[in-house]
């Protein structure tokens, strides 16, 4: 089946490093992907998307190319902020109906100032 | 324009009860997920409806079943509860149809505890 394997945490930065969290999948088909985002207490929020090989997506400075070739997403910011501490999770979205969202188990980001 | 609501936060429960939880899908939305979200684990498909009915499901025993409503709400009902199934329970709502693809927006979430 679908899976999603993602680099395991935490990562701990200083404010304006450069933030890279790794992410590659196994499906078949040809999948969408995302990164989701969990702040502490609330639910996912979707960071960014990309639905075909090539895609880049990008949303508040963080970016993530779809490389089907190496089967990866990794997720990039040129300059954290100490509010984007959070759980970032990596996830595919196959093409059938119900469209269910496969996820990775989640990166804890820390940005000390 | 409401988002994704669901009830209750917080939930204490002991092994063996039964639980209902709710959720209510953003304006718009006429498909629901259900998702199981086990401490430091990313969440896991449990089922989906689509005009009330289930229309795909994951890795998840039949005693977990769930209902969607005219509404579009719905309602995720575990029975024997088990020790394991203590996980935060995750709503997500999106609407079919027009395009390949449309975002899933995630509730707050409802957190199980079973004592």
């Known amino acids: 089946g679908d899976s999603v394997t993602q680099m395991e945490g935490p990562v701990t930065l200083s404010e304006e490093a450069f933030l890279t969290i790794n992410c590659t999948y196994t499906?078949?088909?040809?999948?969408?992907l995302f990164w989701y985002v969990q702040y502490p207490g609330e639910g996912l929020q979707l960071l960014l998307k990309a639905t075909k090989a090539d895609d880049k997506g990008s949303n508040k400075g963080f970016e993530a190319t779809y490389r089907k070739e190496t089967t990866s997403f990794h997720l990039e910011k040129g300059s954290v902020q100490v509010s984007d501490s959070a759980v970032y999770f990596c996830?595919?979205?196959?093409?059938?109906?119900?469209?269910?969202?496969?996820f990775g188990s989640g990166t804890q980001l820390t940005v000390l100032p | 324009e409401t988002g994704v609501t669901q009830s209750p936060t917080h939930l204490i429960k002991t092994r063996g009860q039964q639980v209902t939880l709710r959720c209510s899908s953003q304006?718009?939305?006429?498909?629901v997920s259900w998702y199981q979200q086990a401490l430091g684990q990313g969440p896991q498909f449990i089922f989906q409806?689509?005009?009330?009915?289930?229309?795909g499901r994951g890795n998840f025993p039949p005693r977990f079943s769930g209902l969607q409503f005219p509404n579009y709400s719905s309602e995720l009902n575990v029975n024997a509860l088990e020790l394991d199934d203590s996980a935060l329970y995750l709503c997500?709502?999106?609407?079919?149809?027009?395009?390949?693809?449309?975002?899933?927006?995630f509730g707050p979430g409802t957190r199980l505890t079973v004592l």
């Open positions: 996830a595919l979205s196959d093409s059938g109906s119900a469209r269910q969202l496969t």
């Open positions: 997500a709502s999106r609407s079919s149809g027009g395009g390949s693809y449309n975002e899933q927006f």
């Open positions: 409806y689509y005009r009330e009915e289930e229309n």
């Open positions: 499906a078949t088909g040809y999948p969408s």
């Open positions: 304006s718009g939305h006429n498909t």
